[in-house]
């Protein structure tokens, strides 16, 4: 029984080092980085062109490696925090604050400007994705922009007509109304619907409300505009049914597997218009070819419009900081950004290749020709990032909107009762973890000192230093009304 | 094996015997006993990643019972301690139905005539249930696919394998991995999908009934339900009265008694929006005044008893007496709103998606896996060491099926339904995080949030490991306290 327990250790033994030296990093000479994204066509391409600019570059060569199975946001955090995270990560929303506030994700602000990819190589607007505290941590892999994609083809199948690129929350409440009544006769078994959903944070900042106030001090989702929002989106959900609830929407996707089936409903008709950024395109281009049109999504008041970017970081641990930094000088490199303009995965992350005749006119894309200007013209006119809160998480932030909004749908709460438990809840997130940080109370505290200043200025109708407003909403809404100090306007 | 310990010294086989126990003893300690110790002193920090971790490294703070104290706060602590214990109702049924399961396919019967005939009464069953669908609007083809192959293959594997294929079956949900079956009753409960599909024609059928005799819906069901609910309170009432007057019950199983008879009313009451001050105060004056009326009544027969006598059969009863007063009670509730529903159609449920409903679909999906989980194996085996010289004996006392089932098998089964009760109270608690995170992510509005998801969100999405470990080990202290009560009181019962 000994030996044949020793033999099992001995064998297990030689197992596990046979495996250790079959790791790729230990077969090869160059350096190994692992980059987690998805595993698809376009990424696997990045590899490829990654690999020759380097050569191009004469730069040492490295294997970069998509590591697909850890890009679930918990378990980036998880392995990170743990001292075994990838070498390079997609950030994508509330990671790229919440990444970097933990310390896993390298500031690279000295290489940035040593190797030529600084915060003013992109789109100004996405700064607050990757720019915290004035230190740089990463660059965008695209910028993305959501709009409302239009099937021109179910628009003139039931002899509706198409919506303008500027609309207002009536007129989509109008024409809207018109296309379910023609597209959903009675004893139609399948609803097609208007539009997928409707931007929520959008619709607010329209009429100047956005998640928190100028300094991110206090949530402001208990405002009356909210409400007005809220009741709207009930009443379209439920009364109207321009949109599917919920339950409707997780139906249609079961309906049909992946991640797919909001195109595949778009492309089959039962949505009208999807709301959704440029990326779109690697999805529709390879169904067929559609007749399609962007258009802002329909708004009261101010114009805005959701821009986000696809970031990459650098983790803080790797044993390749050079190379995985050189990774974030070919986001800004041609190579990469003609290659984004060809697999029209969103915008390149260099607002001037999305000036270029392949990207507005793809010359194998004559049903596209419009949508890039659409969408170019609204990242740099209108694209505002979204509102995120040094003093609450934004995923608890997303969980206690959807949930609560979820709730109102539900016929369990009513809309004041719904936007004032966002409000509080919070705003009670927010007591929470300033008690519990001293470093976050100060911050805190020197905000709150701001804001009076601001509310002071504004009570009299003084404008505002830019440098005092840390919300990316509330500095183009105040850029726009005239409201900040001359010399910080640009 | 057996010469190892006759050969060296006692020290030598004492480490040759630690030397085979270490790795498990190793595991254990890193990834059970470790943990555990940990988690207890983190649940009094304010361990927050963020900002502990190895890339910030600052200093960890004792908070001391803060975290305990703000859990109780918290908003949605309490409605995921609800959504829990909610979700638990259905532990009642699934005992019920791997018990079903087990006397199904076990050999209680030694009359193989018998067997045959449970065989051909399950095909007739199947057959009358799919004409019964056929009456009330299913689709001809969808009625035989369904229940014209399942009747055929009950009839034939049944005579021809004599039941061993229906073990196998039964057991399947048990060994299917958990995921793949949330993701099959996923797609099941799709609003367009299967369930939903045979449903559908069957509720225009019933719609068409109420149109037509609104009235008998509108009072007869409420009625209905109403006197069955009535006659059963009466009859916990007067049996809880008899109890207590011949001494076979104390005042805390009389006064529990009572409790479980108020539970389900003001449950309803709560959901049909009255007021929580009168949803729970009714119900409770009631029970005060039931308490005082039949403790108050003097004790003519027998000893006095001790104040928990008879606790664990009120227990055990209520397991099945709040469920289905709660039926009977949304009965109640329901059918008098069933004609205005009925006027516009009755649609199926949208099973996951409506916050009334996703818990009673999980529940269902629970029950379905229950039938054929480890209790069945459980019921098996006991049904399997029950001496048959007392079925023999009740049969020459021409004892009925019923007699033999409710005499004989249900207290020989005692201990193994104790066993399978304070198990499943401890997996209810601690349960749900799979389905959660696959079916329904919590969702819809935290309606299948339950404790162990939320644990998960609050460590590990949120980053508030002390706070995450706090909400554990109250976790673990409800279990704890539970399995207490039903090795205190249900222990009796079992050994009785």
């Not at chain 1, 049109?293 to 008041?301: I, K």
């Not at chain 2, 949803?279 to 009631?286: D, E, R, S, Y």
């Not at chain 2, 509730?333 to 529903?341: I, V």
Request: aromatic fraction near 12%; proline fraction near 6%.
């Amino acid at each position: 029984m000994k030996r044949s327990f020793l033999i099992s250790l001995a064998l297990l033994s030689l197992a596990s080092a046979l495996l250790y030296w079959t790791v790729p990093g230990k077969r090869t000479d160059i350096p190994v980085l692992y980059w987690i994204t998805q595993d698809d066509e376009n990424k696997r391409a990045t590899v490829a062109a990654f690999h020759q600019w380097l050569a191009d570059e004469h730069l040492p060569p490295v294997e970069l490696r998509i590591d697909n199975t850890n890009g679930e946001a918990t378990k980036k955090l998880v392995q990170g925090l743990s001292g075994v995270g990838s070498d390079i990560m997609d950030l994508y929303g509330y990671e790229a604050d919440l990444f970097p506030a933990t310390g896993m994700i390298l500031d690279v602000t000295e290489d940035a400007k040593r190797l030529g990819f600084p915060p003013a190589a992109t789109y100004p607007a996405l700064k607050p994705d990757f720019i915290i505290n004035g230190r740089q941590y990463g660059f965008p892999r695209n910028a993305g922009v959501a709009l409302n994609w239009i099937n021109r083809g179910t628009f003139a199948k039931y002899h509706v007509p198409e919506p303008p690129m500027h609309w207002t929350l009536d007129e989509f409440e109008a024409l809207g109304k018109k296309f379910v009544a023609a597209a959903n006769p009675p004893g139609i078994r399948e609803r097609v619907y208007f539009v997928n959903l409707v931007p929520r944070e959008q619709l607010r900042r329209g009429l100047g409300l956005a998640n928190y106030n100028e300094t991110d001090t206090r949530c402001t989702l208990d405002d009356p505009r909210n409400v007005q929002i809220l009741e709207r989106v009930r009443r379209w959900t439920l009364e109207d049914r321009l949109m599917p609830s919920r339950e409707e929407g997780e139906a249609m996707s079961a309906d049909i597997s992946g991640d797919g089936s909001m195109f595949s409903h778009f492309t089959s008709g039962r949505f009208a218009m999807v709301y959704v950024g440029q990326w779109a395109l690697i999805i529709l281009r390879p169904r067929g070819t559609f007749q399609l049109r962007a258009v802002e999504p329909a708004m009261d008041g101010f114009v805005n419009t959701d821009l986000g970017g696809g970031s990459v970081g650098v983790y803080a641990r790797t044993q390749h900081r050079k190379e995985s930094v050189r990774f974030l000088q070919f986001l800004a490199s041609a190579p990469f950004n003609n290659l984004i303009v060809r697999i029209a995965d969103g915008l390149p992350p260099v607002p001037k290749y999305a000036e270029t005749e392949e990207f507005l006119r793809p010359s194998d894309h004559p049903n596209e020709w419009g949508t890039a200007a659409a969408f170019a013209e609204a990242a740099r006119d209108t694209g505002i990032t979204m509102s995120k809160s040094p003093f609450v998480l934004h995923s608890i932030f997303y969980r206690v909107e959807k949930e609560l909004t979820e709730a109102m749908i539900s016929g369990r709460m009513t809309a004041a009762q719904t936007a004032k438990a966002m409000g509080d809840r919070l705003n009670q997130e927010i007591a929470l973890r300033i008690d519990r940080d001293p470093a976050l109370r100060k911050l805190y505290d020197e905000r709150v000192r701001v804001q009076q200043l601001i509310d002071a200025r504004r009570a009299a109708g003084k404008p505002v230093p830019a440098a005092w407003i840390n919300d990316p909403f509330h500095l183009a809404y105040y850029r726009a009304k005239g409201w900040l100090e001359p010399e910080a306007r640009p | 094996m057996s010469g190892l310990g006759h050969r060296g010294s006692p020290r030598r086989r004492l480490l040759s015997g630690i030397g085979f126990l270490l790795p498990n003893i190793l595991g254990f300690a890193a990834f059970t006993l470790v943990p555990l110790v940990m988690s207890f002193g983190i649940a009094f920090t304010d361990w927050d990643t963020l900002r502990h971790n190895i890339f910030r490294n600052e200093p960890l703070r004792f908070v001391g019972f803060e975290n305990f104290l703000w859990l109780f706060h918290h908003p949605d602590f309490m409605h995921y301690l609800a959504n829990t214990f909610f979700l638990m109702l259905g532990l009642p049924f699934a005992i019920a139905g791997s018990l079903g399961a087990a006397l199904m396919l076990t050999r209680v019967s030694h009359r193989p005539v018998a067997r045959r005939g449970a065989f051909i009464l399950a095909t007739l069953l199947l057959t009358g249930s799919g004409l019964l669908l056929r009456m009330g609007g299913m689709s001809q083809v969808g009625v035989w696919f369904i229940f014209g192959v399942l009747a055929a293959i009950s009839l034939v594997t049944g005579v021809v394998t004599g039941g061993s294929v229906y073990r196998t079956l039964f057991y399947l949900p048990n060994f299917t991995a958990g995921v793949a079956t949330f993701v099959l009753w996923k797609k099941l409960y799709n609003p367009s999908g299967p369930i939903n599909a045979a449903l559908a024609p069957v509720l225009d059928r019933i719609a068409g009934w109420v149109r037509s005799a609104p009235g008998v819906f509108s009072w007869g069901l409420p009625l209905t339900c109403g006197v069955l609910a009535t006659a059963l309170m009466v009859w916990q009432l007067w049996r809880l009265r008899q109890h207590w007057g011949d001494a076979s019950a104390g005042s805390v199983a009389v006064v529990t008694g009572l409790v479980m008879l108020a539970l389900p009313v003001g449950l309803q009451l709560y959901w049909m929006g009255l007021p929580a001050l009168t949803a729970v105060g009714g119900p409770l004056g009631v029970v005060l005044v039931g308490a005082v009326l039949i403790l108050k009544r003097p004790r003519r027969w027998g000893p006095v008893c001790a104040r928990d006598a008879g606790l664990s059969a009120e227990i055990a009863l209520a397991l099945g007496l709040v469920p289905l007063l709660s039926l009977l009670a949304a009965g109640v509730m329901w059918g008098a709103r069933l004609p205005s529903l009925a006027a516009v159609g009755l649609a199926p449920p949208n099973w996951l998606g409506d916050y009334d409903w996703a818990k009673p679909a999980i529940m269902i999906m629970g029950l379905w896996a229950a039938i054929g989980s480890n209790n069945m194996i459980l019921y098996l085996a006991g049904l399997s060491s029950i001496p048959p010289e007392l079925y023999e004996a009740a049969d020459m006392d021409g004892a009925s099926p019923l007699q033999r089932f409710w005499h004989i098998t249900w207290p020989q089964l005692a201990p193994v339904t104790f066993f399978i009760g304070v198990m499943g109270v401890i997996y209810g608690l601690q349960g749900g995080f799979e389905m959660a995170r696959v079916m329904t992510k919590g969702g819809p509005a935290g309606a299948t949030t339950t404790l162990s998801y939320f644990i998960y969100i609050e460590g590990f999405e949120t980053g508030r490991l002390g706070y995450a470990s706090a909400a554990a080990w109250v976790l673990f202290a409800l279990v704890f306290i539970l399995s207490l009560l039903n090795f205190r009181f249900g222990n009796r019962s079992a050994n009785d």
